[in-house]
């Protein structure tokens, strides 16, 4: 089997549009249950889209908004850390970075590695080298 080239997702639609190429319309729109016209909108740019719509990531974000609104960043954490352990990832708690002038938190834009990454045993990316061997505390 020829290994592909890793597809780089930074907008939700990308993934949509990546997941639509690779296993096709028809088994997003049965996962979904939705019709395969509303997997296409999923996936459109909407700046270049007369017809877009919000996906399911772009309508997660809105929930886990509301949620760290009123405190509950636990329960936004939960849910990161039940999709990415379910396929081999971790999530890691957001952490304060400041250099002299300004405090961001991680990542911020520009920032290149993500704090969520697929790891070896040993706790670092097997393709970047990130250190992720943090943990959550039970």
């Given amino acids: 089997m020829t290994r592909l080239m890793p597809t780089i997702i930074t907008r939700s639609h990308h993934f949509f549009t990546s997941a639509q190429r690779i296993l ?9 249950k939705k019709s395969v016209s509303q997997v296409y909108r999923w996936g459109a740019d909407p700046a270049r889209c007369d ?11 809105v929930l886990f908004d509301d949620l760290q609104e009123v405190g509950r960043d636990d329960v936004v954490e939960g849910a990161l850390r039940i999709l990415a352990e379910s396929h081999g990832y971790q999530v890691g708690p957001r952490e304060i970075r400041s ?7 991680f990542p911020g834009p520009g920032r290149s590695s993500p704090p969520i990454s697929k790891c070896c045993p040993d706790g670092h990316c097997r393709e970047c080298g990130f250190d992720c061997s943090f943990s959550f505390a039970s």
């Fill in 24 to 32: 096709g319309e028809e088994r997003l729109a049965t996962v979904w």
């Fill in 51 to 61: 017809d877009p719509s919000r996906n399911p990531i772009d309508l997660l974000k």
């Fill in 99 to 105: 250099d002299k002038n300004s405090a961001t938190r």
